[in-house]
């Protein structure tokens, strides 16, 4: 079985808590997960379990996850990411010009079978005026928002009656999205997207965009940032932050964002694992007793968050 490292958002960020020194370090120190890895081929309360948790175990199966592309312009990331993973795909664009482009695009590589029939979908809208749902399911005893009332961005909101539901597992935001426009839609129209890809800018690319900053204490966390080498040698990327390194000729860094909103309930999760339906394999695997290194549980404290840069 693949963990993908650089989807998993305990391993990265090197200066927090919670951090892993490697994937290895990760399955011997809470050997559950390594278990769960062997048992998820055969047993599909466990496979659940894993898709449920990318932050352990890296995104998995993206041909049933839907990824929407915000400031999407000419969807080539978006057709390449289909093409790579079998992805469903959203792109949302205010400019007619770019979203009959676009149509046009897709109409063709449709014809020519490079992309599924109705696998990308082309969305004329402003990003503000979209909710941003995600599809995937939680096991039954996590709940989205602790406990918490609804958010005035939940659709059940009347403030939010007006607005256009687009489904969303990953959310991106381009470079070119302003930082106001980006804070309202990870705080609001994208507050229960589970995971969010920025694509933002350092240094000398600044010239270009503007550089958006994620708060402190809301929704998400800042947990690792994919660079051009050129920010590395330049200081300009927080070290402990890099992941990956993109082409030297690219202008954006590629940073992750996981929801924390519902980490409490998660961590409550794993505490009983071994005592939820379907679980009877895992617990045979590894005896009666669910064993979790701290640096998970401070992983999923919501009271003591990472350091956002």
């Given at each position: 079985?693949?963990?993908?490292?650089?989807?998993?958002g305990?391993?990265?960020n090197?200066?927090?808590?919670?951090?892993?020194?490697?994937?290895?370090?990760?399955?011997?120190?809470s050997?559950?997960?390594r278990?769960?890895?062997?048992?998820?081929?055969?047993?599909?309360e466990?496979?659940?379990?894993i898709?449920?948790?990318?932050?352990?175990?890296?995104?998995?199966?993206?041909?049933e996850k839907?990824?929407?592309?915000?400031?999407?312009?000419?969807p080539l990331?978006?057709?390449?990411?289909?093409?790579l993973?079998?992805a469903?795909?959203n792109?949302?664009d205010?400019?007619?010009?770019?979203?009959?482009?676009?149509?046009?695009f897709?109409?063709l590589?449709?014809?020519?079978?490079?992309?599924?029939?109705?696998a990308i979908k082309?969305?004329?809208a402003d990003?503000?005026d979209?909710?941003?749902?995600?599809?995937?399911?939680?096991?039954?005893?996590i709940k989205?928002?602790?406990?918490?009332?609804?958010?005035?961005?939940?659709?059940?909101?009347?403030?939010?009656?007006?607005?256009?539901?687009?489904?969303?597992?990953?959310?991106?935001?381009?470079s070119?999205?302003?930082?106001e426009?980006?804070?309202?839609?990870?705080?609001?129209?994208g507050?229960?997207?589970?995971?969010?890809?920025?694509?933002n800018?350092?240094?000398v690319?600044e010239?270009?965009?503007?550089r958006f900053?994620?708060?402190?204490g809301?929704?998400?966390?800042?947990?690792?940032?994919?660079t051009?080498?050129q920010?590395?040698?330049s200081?300009?990327?927080p070290?402990h932050?890099?992941?990956d390194?993109?082409?030297?000729?690219n202008?954006?860094?590629?940073?992750?964002?996981l929801?924390?909103?519902?980490?409490?309930s998660k961590?409550?999760?794993?505490?009983?694992?071994?005592?939820?339906?379907?679980?009877?394999?895992l617990?045979?695997?590894?005896?009666?007793?669910a064993?979790?290194?701290?640096?998970?549980?401070?992983?999923?404290?919501?009271?003591?968050?990472?350091k956002s840069?």
């Open positions: 079985a693949v963990v993908s490292t650089q989807s998993t305990i391993l990265q090197r200066a927090a808590a919670y951090h892993h020194s490697s994937l290895a370090d990760l399955l011997n120190s050997p559950i997960l278990e769960a890895l062997m048992l998820a081929p055969t047993c599909p466990v496979k659940h379990f898709s449920a948790f990318p932050e352990l175990f890296g995104y998995r199966d993206l041909a839907t990824v929407t592309f915000v400031g999407a312009g000419f990331t978006g057709i390449v990411l289909h093409i993973t079998g469903n795909i792109l949302v205010y400019s007619v010009t770019a979203v009959e482009s676009a149509k046009k897709l109409s590589t449709e014809r020519l079978g490079i992309t599924g029939q109705g082309v969305i004329l990003a503000l979209v909710v941003y749902l995600p599809t995937s399911k939680l096991p039954g005893s989205r928002h602790d406990g918490r009332t609804c958010p005035d961005t939940c659709p059940m909101n009347p403030k939010m009656g007006s607005k256009m539901i687009v489904p969303t597992d990953i959310l991106d935001i381009a070119a999205i302003c930082p426009t980006t804070g309202r839609l990870v705080e609001e129209n507050c229960l997207v589970p995971a969010i890809r920025k694509r800018v350092r240094g690319s010239v270009i965009y503007e900053n994620l708060k402190e809301g929704h998400f966390r800042v947990v690792g940032e994919v051009p080498p920010n590395v040698l200081g300009a990327t070290v932050l890099i992941t390194l993109t082409a030297p000729h202008v954006n860094s590629c940073q992750l964002f929801n924390t909103d519902n980490f409490g961590w409550k999760y794993l505490e009983s694992i071994l005592d939820q339906p379907g679980m009877c394999q617990r045979k695997a590894v005896g009666d007793i064993k979790w290194d701290k640096r998970v549980k401070e992983f999923y404290s919501i009271d003591k968050p990472a840069w």
